[in-house]
């Protein structure tokens, strides 16, 4: 069975800074089992980008390298995770550009140990300072309308907000939130932190967002590569949903057939019948 889903619908790249990529799928790689399910997950998906944080690169040991196991094809998405404010987010970025990890930068700015929630008025501190200094900044934000319009105005590639709590597995809790800041925004919006399952990335992308970055549902899953192809094949059929431009909901019942005619003249006959 091969990973895609063929369609004459009319699509565009999806387009980050100076690269172009057909797959909408981000996969993070923290809590995997082994770094051969990594590995598995990376190919089943077919994502071509891949985060991963600096604190976990080991380039002391080479076979524990977590790098090793990331084709050299996909882009690197480095994040900050770790960081509590914008310094610290930015020392990260400046030494993985420095140790050759590019320019791509996820930043997470989380000072909050209790609800894991990133600190938007940080992460925008240092979004502007990155950006001015030719990062590829995807931030990881809290879904708020005016902290988006902040960070597009520092320079952010793209946007990343929440689904709900990060490692939750819990879905779309901020829907209404993340569907006024597609709405708004004209970068991407990749929704990140708890997306569980396939149907939920499939229901994120018929709102209208750009991609998806998952990590604890793949990480966790007892099949890694079956569930990171599913979600793949989600990811594209959401897509191909929100292009399809899906009806409206109404608020009664439409029969699709037309059986209301028929209906009320079975009705008349049974009423004529039970005369006689």
Do not use: C
Not at 6 to 20: A, C, R, V
Not at 23 to 52: H, M, W
Not at 105 to 113: C, F, W
Not at 183 to 207: K, L, N, T
Request: charged share 20%; no cysteine.
């Amino acid at each position: 069975m091969k990973n895609s889903l063929h369609s004459n619908i009319p699509d565009t790249p999806f387009q980050l800074g100076p690269k172009s990529f057909k797959s909408r799928l981000l996969l993070g790689t923290g809590k995997f089992k082994s770094k051969a399910d990594v590995q598995a997950a990376i190919n089943a998906s077919k994502t071509e980008i891949v985060t991963v944080a600096l604190r976990r690169i080991d380039i002391d040991r080479h076979e524990e390298n977590i790098l090793e196991h990331i084709p050299r094809s996909v882009t690197l998405l480095t994040n900050t995770s770790g960081a509590r404010d914008a310094k610290e987010a930015i020392r990260l970025a400046r030494l993985a550009r420095a140790s050759g990890y590019g320019d791509w930068i996820k930043i997470e700015v989380i000072n909050d140990s209790k609800y894991l929630l990133p600190d938007n008025n940080e992460t925008i501190k240092a979004t502007k300072i990155l950006a001015e200094e030719g990062f590829i900044v995807l931030p990881y934000m809290y879904p708020d309308l005016y902290a988006a319009r902040k960070l597009v105005e520092v320079g952010a590639t793209a946007v990343m907000p929440l689904g709900s709590f990060i490692g939750s597995n819990q879905g779309l809790k901020a829907k209404e939130f993340i569907k006024v800041i597609i709405q708004e925004m004209d970068i991407p919006v990749i929704v990140d932190a708890g997306i569980g399952s396939p149907s939920q990335a499939a229901e994120a992308m018929e709102m209208g967002a750009d991609a998806i970055l998952v990590n604890t549902a793949v990480a966790t899953a007892e099949q890694p590569a079956h569930i990171a192809q599913a979600f793949s094949l989600a990811v594209q059929a959401g897509r191909l949903g929100f292009l399809s431009q899906l009806p409206h909901k109404i608020e009664q019942a439409n029969a699709s057939s037309p059986l209301t005619g028929f209906l009320y003249e079975n009705e008349e006959t049974i009423h004529h019948n039970s005369k006689h």
